[in-house]
């Protein structure tokens, strides 16, 4: 990118300059005017053709290095995705509605009152994490259990539009969009254990060692469902 930018730079300078050239011969005699004529239209030309080569070049060079980047990060995605290690299963596992009503109901549980960010996850087998309160095709509105968060599931174009609130009176607002029904169920687990610890962030580590709900998803459906 640099290099196209000396490059576009040393093409303009040398434009004004031939243009400066040639609005002198008109001081010239016509001798002069005719030998300098034919040299300064065969430099110009050069410079052109010398320009648009480079430009092609790096555009050409950019083009190879963009697709080899999409390959390796496609590729790097397809080796997590395609086995799942922790079931020992071929292929995606793909995250339904079902599984989405089946979920288990969590809470959190600090060390201590002056502590909130540290403690344990703990589960309720028995009871659901979620509430439907409506459902039509791909679009569902959801409440959780654990924090009383609203949820508006809006599917088009591929993708679920998010609408959030705190209350069930509240009124809904625009939170994201996420193209998956299993990356949506991950950003609401990921969002209710931030209330849950007094809207505090910790480390990966602690999720985990806290027994997330978030990372228990991820051993059993992988990173893609």
Known sequence: MLTTAYLYLYYCIL???LNLLDYNKG????????KTEIPLQKCHIFSILLFTYYQHLWYSTACVSSWRSYYARNNY????????????????IM???????????????????????????????EKEYFTILSSAGKNIEIMSNNTGHCWNLMYEKNCYTIMHKHELNDPYHYQTCIGSLYDVVLYIVGHDEYQM??????????EKRSGSYFWKLIDIYGLTA
Do not use: A, W
């Open 77 to 92: 995605i397809f080796q997590l995705t395609t086995v799942n290690q922790n079931t020992s299963t071929k292929g995606i």
């Open 27 to 34: 001081n010239n005699d016509s001798q002069n005017y005719h």
């Open 95 to 125: 995250f339904t509605f079902d599984d989405l009503k089946s979920m288990e109901l969590t809470s959190f549980v600090p060390y201590s009152s002056t502590c909130m960010t540290r403690g344990k996850i703990v589960y309720f087998p």
């Open 15 to 17: 434009f004004i300059l």
């Open 197 to 206: 610890r007094n809207r505090h962030n910790v480390s990966v580590e602690e």
